[in-house]
């Protein structure tokens, strides 16, 4: 089997104005989608965040990609890894997205392979990982702190007769009651059995506020987490993680770096979890000399891959950490091989992350994966077992043509609500 094409599409998909620690999201979230296609008729699929960077660095190789056999994958990562530079840990940047490049083409290749692997032997992907440990793989539901409206076209998000779910994806949620309010529209749509709200956005008391809300409503059997994105100094995240003591099942990232976050973890019976200051393979010595963390959030975008989270996962095992998923906004093809990745992982720990509710559009066949009760299905066709609607990856691309966005920054959405601001690594 060789692949004799690989194609670069980039995106845009509607996204409503959901506010965190570097600003406002714009109205459009950018994804690239990969195919890689064979002599043989198969096509490989996989999606990571969109940028030109990435862009680039996925056309810069792509004659090394064509010719290549789906079904050695080291042997292609290493001539990849030989066309690019390293990247160190600090090249992620102190924004809650990660800012490198070449673990992105790692995933998106991996995942493209996997899934021909897949289809040319008639397995899913999960197997291909070391077998389905799983059939249903949780999810747990992400609020933010939102302004009105649901982003993408214009007039989407204006219908006045909207419900439950579609109505608390257009409304406002800027305190604790508008959270509350979100958390049970997305429970009662999706069935999650765990909330995570996305922090870093209100001084700390307000944002504890919300999630002592939540336990109110929702009672101790829902696991609570939230996710400050390291705006905190360590005073601060001592101070008020003793408050949240009881109330989280987890604290993500409340300060900034492993020294940091190992104090805040000496000082607290919380558990802490990070995908922000353990993000690469690199940072594990540090992670283990420091005990910085109780979690890891993997994130197959940015740890380079399925088998790449697979081997962190066996880290954890053997290192005595919990494991689970970061998100970010994402279509289907992520969605799936998410999916896969949980169904396989044999010590998964925690419900996963998804922003996936927050998106309305999608680019596979049969349009969106269903969430049921705060599930999604492992799907049992060979590969990743979703396959391209290309009528709807040319409208989202031709969005992405008409949107004018090409790289994500959230400070200048921000900007058009509060003149002036700007991002602060540190803010509280």
Request: glycine share 10%.
């Amino acid at each position: 089997m060789r692949i004799t094409e690989m194609h670069i599409t980039p995106i845009a998909l509607g996204d409503p104005p959901l506010l965190n620690a570097a600003g406002l999201h714009a109205p459009y979230c950018l994804r690239t989608v990969v195919e890689l296609r064979t002599a043989d008729g198969l096509s490989g699929l996989a999606e990571v965040p969109g940028s030109v960077a990435v862009d680039a660095a996925l056309a810069a190789v792509r004659e090394t990609v064509i010719g290549s056999d789906p079904r050695n994958w080291q042997a292609l990562r290493q001539r990849l890894a030989e066309r690019g530079a390293p990247e160190a840990s600090a090249a992620r940047g102190d924004k809650p997205w990660d800012g490198r490049t070449q673990v992105q083409v790692f995933s998106a290749l991996d995942v493209a392979c996997l899934d021909l692997q897949g289809q040319a032997y008639g397995v899913p992907v999960a197997q291909l990982l070391g077998g389905v440990v799983r059939e249903r793989v949780p999810y747990s539901a992400y609020l933010f702190y939102k302004y009105e409206g649901a982003g993408g076209e214009l007039g989407f998000g204006n219908d006045p007769a909207a419900k439950g779910w579609d109505a608390a994806r257009q409304r406002a949620a800027l305190d604790p009651d508008g959270i509350v309010a979100q958390a049970e529209a997305m429970v009662a749509a999706f069935g999650f059995a765990s909330i995570k709200l996305k922090g870093g956005v209100f001084e700390p008391a307000q944002e504890v506020a919300a999630m002592r809300a939540l336990r109110h409503r929702f009672g101790a059997g829902v696991p609570l987490r939230l996710d400050p994105n390291a705006l905190w100094t360590v005073p601060t995240s001592i101070r008020w993680g003793s408050e949240l003591e009881g109330v989280l099942e987890y604290l993500e990232d409340p300060c900034r770096g492993q020294a940091a976050m190992a104090e805040v973890r000496r000082a607290l019976r919380l558990p802490l979890a990070t995908n922000m200051c353990t993000t690469s393979f690199d940072d594990l010595p540090g992670s283990v000399r420091t005990a910085s963390e109780d979690i890891i959030l993997t994130d197959h975008h940015f740890w380079g891959g399925l088998r790449a989270s697979m081997e962190l996962a066996a880290h954890c095992r053997t290192f005595g950490r919990g494991v689970s998923m970061h998100s970010n906004n994402h279509a289907g093809i992520s969605l799936a091989a998410m999916t896969h990745l949980g169904a396989a992982m044999p010590n998964l720990s925690y419900a996963l992350d998804t922003h996936y509710p927050w998106q309305w559009e999608d680019i596979i066949v049969g349009g969106r994966l269903p969430i049921e009760d705060g599930c999604v299905t492992l799907p049992r066709e060979p590969g990743l077992g979703v396959r391209l609607d290309r009528a709807a990856l040319a409208r989202a691309h031709a969005a992405y043509v008409r949107c004018g966005l090409r790289e994500r920054n959230d400070e200048i959405e921000m900007r058009k609500k509060v003149p002036g601001w700007t991002f602060q690594a540190t803010r509280w």
